[in-house]
């Protein structure tokens, strides 16, 4: 199953480093039945952008969270998994994996651009109250999903992340 694993620039360079990543709680996202349930119309890629935008979201809460020098840029992991538990009861899209995602699994990543960065800063720093109905708040969650996250190939991993 296709699976968007929701990361920052920092555990980018983990899964570079170990060649595996074991995300926080194993929390991935994915074109899940309860997804395709909840979306009256939409082809499997309109239902992947939508899974990918909420582990697009979930990465903000991960930078929001983290500590010390952190890079504002969204991050998300496709990956290829056999070992996935779907959790309709956390959400739609929401999965659990069930191991460890390796590079060989990794079928692209998702990042940023520089010029997100302000935005997503500054989403970072609100996403919980734009999830409470903060109106402000949302509409400055929505200038970071703004940014589409740029496609990058797993061999191209290594050099993004020299570059940042």
């Known amino acids: 199953m296709r699976v968007y694993i929701p990361a ?7 899964l570079v480093a170990d060649q595996e990543l074991d995300p926080i709680s194993r929390t991935a996202f994915a074109v899940t ?56 009861d956390l959400d739609d899209a929401v999965v659990r994996l069930g191991a460890p995602v390796t590079m060989s699994e990794v079928a692209s990543v998702h990042v940023d651009l520089e010029q997100a960065e302000l935005d997503v800063e500054r989403a970072a720093a609100i996403v919980d109250a734009a999830d409470l109905g903060d109106t402000d708040a949302e509409f400055t969650l929505g200038d970071a999903e703004d940014h589409e996250l740029a496609w990058y190939a797993t061999q191209e991993l290594p050099f993004l992340l020299d570059l940042l």
């Open 33 to 88: 039945p309860a997804l395709r349930e909840a979306y009256a119309a939409g082809d499997d890629d309109e239902l992947a952008e939508a899974a990918m935008a909420e582990a697009a979201r979930a990465s903000l809460r991960l930078i929001a969270g983290a500590e010390g020098d952190i890079t504002f840029r969204r991050a998300v992991i496709a990956a290829d998994v056999e070992d996935v538990k779907l959790r309709p």
């Open 8 to 14: 920052t620039v920092e555990m980018l360079q983990k």
